[in-house]
């Protein structure tokens, strides 16, 4: 491994990584120095470090002098920040608010019925209600064993202008002074697009395993051996056996663990997790940094109680259709006063009903814990 992904590795160990939404209008208007007070408090209220331009802060669809505006206000803040590239929405079909770039497929329908945080973008990547699982998508669900939780769209092969933009997006990064990067899962060959990644930026990188196109064993350990891989995040939703197999994995080959699992938030740290990069800290970021907290200290009850807090939050954010879940945090991040409600909006996911609003600040309201102060959200190392 080389030095660089060795020190990210150490930095981030014991972490809490909030992965960042993006505030901005139904228009798809955003405000820097509204997302800079908003990634500040998420520092403030126990975020280690911020993974930015993800799919919860749907990185793939801003114009490229947002994306910079919101690395450097990020960066700004003194943290380990990691940067989300790749991704791209393609082919075209219509362009979304605020970026000109089109929108693919179910992207353009409102992203229904999948997606996760962190995670390779609905546009590229998630399902969508009633596709059938086929072509590659098929193929690596049968090479990983593992359960196939919601139908898949078919996709095609990563381009080379669509490599292009991600090797270009991560030099970009680097030159703004991130700490390394959050590479979306492709179609294509996963481990070219990851050495080109590093070969360009020097950055070191964060790989992915999300459940709507989880890695063959081989792929992953193709990545887990690149030198330029400090860890590897899991995000399989509700593959139990998928998500230890990746951690063990992980820690097999010396990189750093990471749970991106907001449903099996819990179980994944006594599976091995080392880290949390979690798209529920968008806004539930003390009640996420709670559950570290627990996890490193002797109590077994506190833990038990604070991952049942975190667990009715993630069932009332973390539900059906899945790509709403950007949504739910933003309208969470607006009830906890981190950002204005005109700017509580995803124009790149499904429409949801008013009534689920009030369901989830009511809910969250509930899963608070009774003091914020959890101190600094760090795992045993």
């Not at 509204?34 to 975020?47: E, F, I, P």
Request: net charge negative; charged share 20%; proline share 7%.
């Amino acid at each position: 491994m080389h030095i660089s992904a060795q020190t990210l590795r150490d930095r981030l160990r014991g972490s809490l990584i909030a992965a960042a939404a993006t505030p901005m209008t139904a228009d798809g208007e955003v405000d820097l120095d509204l997302v800079a007070r908003y990634l500040a408090g998420l520092v403030a209220d126990g975020a280690g470090a911020l993974a930015v331009l993800a799919h919860t802060g749907r990185g793939p669809f801003l114009a490229p002098e947002i994306r910079a505006g919101v690395i450097e206000r990020a960066v700004a803040l003194g943290v380990p920040v990691l940067v989300g590239v790749g991704g791209h929405p393609t082919p075209p079909n219509r362009a979304h608010p605020a970026t000109g770039h089109e929108a693919t497929g179910h992207a353009a329908a409102g992203h229904a019925a999948a997606g996760h945080e962190v995670t390779g973008h609905a546009a590229a990547g998630h399902a969508a209600a009633g596709h059938e699982v086929t072509g590659h998508a098929a193929t690596e669900h049968a090479a990983t064993g593992h359960a196939v939780t919601e139908p898949m769209a078919t996709e095609p092969m990563v381009t080379e202008p669509e490599a292009e933009r991600t090797v270009a997006e991560a030099r970009v990064a680097a030159g703004l002074g991130a700490a390394g990067v959050l590479v979306f899962p492709s179609a294509g060959d996963r481990a070219a697009l990851h050495d080109a990644v590093w070969r360009a930026s020097g950055l070191p990188m964060i790989a992915f395993d999300l459940y709507t196109r989880p890695c063959p064993p081989a792929v992953l350990g193709a990545l887990l051996a690149h030198p330029g891989v400090a860890g590897l995040k899991t995000a399989l939703l509700s593959d139990a056996m998928g998500c230890q197999q990746a951690i063990a994995l992980a820690r097999r080959a010396g990189r750093l663990a990471i749970t991106g699992e907001d449903r099996m938030f819990g179980p994944s740290l006594l599976w091995g997790a080392e880290a949390a990069l979690v798209g529920i800290a968008a806004a539930g970021v003390e009640i996420t940094a709670a559950v570290l907290d627990a996890f490193r200290g002797s109590d077994l009850r506190a833990f038990e109680e604070a991952s049942a807090r975190l667990d009715r939050l993630a069932q009332a954010t973390f539900t059906d259709p899945m790509e709403g879940y950007v949504q739910r945090m933003l309208w969470l991040a607006a009830a906890e006063g981190r950002i204005p409600g005109a700017y509580a909006h995803d124009p790149y996911g499904p429409p949801l009903p008013e009534e689920e609003r009030a369901a989830v600040v009511r809910h969250a309201g509930r899963a608070r814990p009774e003091s914020s102060d959890q101190g600094d959200a760090k795992l045993a190392t």
